[in-house]
DNA sequence: CTCTTGTAGATGCAACTGCATCTATATCGA
DNA sequence: TCGATATAGATGCAGTTGCATCTACAAGAG
């Protein structure tokens, strides 16, 4: 077996680290705030952004790379919460089409603000644009 | 609310991608070989680390980035399959000391194989080394 | 010494996740 | 049309996590 460089395991553990790291920070302004995680945010904007048509989970779970199991029970818990609209779908009697309510378009706005926060401390204070760019660019080569 | 720059959240939701991607690539991996997931692996090679010594459940929680009582039971399940060793610290009764069993040991030997493995099909053929050094940079430079 | 405060680690409970499997509907080939 | 296969989504169960709290020992103040 080939060793992998250094550079690569440098890369691999700075990737997890400041995931992690920027993760925390996110989940803990939003539960101070009393808001719902982050994954609820991710779900929200994305249903959101479809909310002409509506969306489907199995489209959903794709965007939001989640399981299926993940998906449906996550929209569960934010139809329980009252955030999400589940209605039968015309043309597909096994599928459903998800909406936003009003409140769970209040609260993404609600969350956005908090997350956005953390986000500019945490990565526009400490990288340029151009570096911002550059470290999206790498990443996105990495999937 | 200042809005973020669009290259801050490219950044920032690349990182989650790659971060998700990888992460399944590897467990997926380590899965299929009958190994254990990844966490038991950085939580072996920093036991390993420390040999000499042994190290406490205190420190190693620091170096995971773990919850105390995360660190806790994953010791207790690492301990439930004979891969570490809880022994009582002279000089401070509350405290314990782990090490690695001879079983600890081999078990991150076999897993370091599959996670390389995964490392290098999914980032050194992607990146370049000084691609992958400045990735490394950056990242750092989050944290 | 004894009381208060601090630190190491464990644990009950509720919520969440992964896995496997299940139900229901859709689609495709003969 | 019918049977086989594929797709959408739900769910039982066991294992894991987060939160709050608890126990035990340590350290410092009076």
Redesign the interface.
Known sequence: ?????N??????T??????????ETIEKALKEAGLPQIDWYDALLEIDKADATGIRPFELKERL?LPQYGMSRLLDRMAKAGLVDRREVEGDGRGQIIRLTNKGRATRLAM??VY??V??G???Q??S????????R??????
């Open positions: 077996m080939k060793k992998p460089e550079e690569t395991i440098a890369a691999w700075s990737l997890v680290t400041a995931n992690r790291v920027l993760l790379l956005w603000p956005a926060g986000l500019i945490s990565v526009e400490r990288l644009k151009d570096e911002a760019a550059e470290l999206a790498l990443l996105g080569k990495l999937t």
